[in-house]
């Protein structure tokens, strides 16, 4: 069964961290376009960081940038989203996708419903005092 499982979220404090995991099952990430978009609670969801496999250049939304990195394990056919210092406002599912085509990591996190090949079913974070 071809599937991306997400893990890792929860509840953490502001100023916390949490990494999240991807891991995909019938096939490999190694040569993937990745990213990780998320949902807050009556929200468009949005497209968080993104990998190019085509440069291996990362995008990623202005709200994260400075605290969210984006790595891939390749042995364990798995990426990962470590957050640093949560704010409320990151609240919301995380999601992580796949795309077999070829993509620029631009490109990838603007495709936030559709465009992509996989799709996880999200885990959810909440940050909170």
């Known amino acids: 069964q071809l599937q991306l499982v997400e893990s890792g979220g929860g509840l953490v404090q502001p100023g916390g961290s949490l990494r999240l995991s991807c891991a995909a099952s019938?096939?490999?990430?190694?040569?993937?376009?990745i990213g990780w978009f998320r949902q807050a609670p009556g929200k468009e969801r949005e497209g968080g960081i993104c990998?190019?496999?085509?440069?291996?250049?990362?995008h990623y939304t202005d709200s994260v940038k400075g605290r969210f990195t984006i790595s891939r394990d390749n042995a364990k056919n798995t990426v990962y989203l470590q957050m640093n210092s949560l704010k409320p406002e990151d609240t919301a599912v995380y999601y992580c996708?796949?795309?077999?085509?070829?993509?620029?990591?631009?490109?990838?996190?603007?495709?936030?419903?559709?465009?992509?090949?996989?799709w996880g079913k999200g885990t959810l974070v909440t940050v909170s005092s």
């Open positions: 996708a796949a795309a077999v085509g070829l993509y620029y990591s631009d490109y990838v996190c603007s495709r936030t419903y559709y465009g992509l090949d996989y």
């Open positions: 019938g096939f490999t990430l190694e040569d993937k376009a």
């Open positions: 990998i190019s496999n085509i440069d291996g250049s990362t």
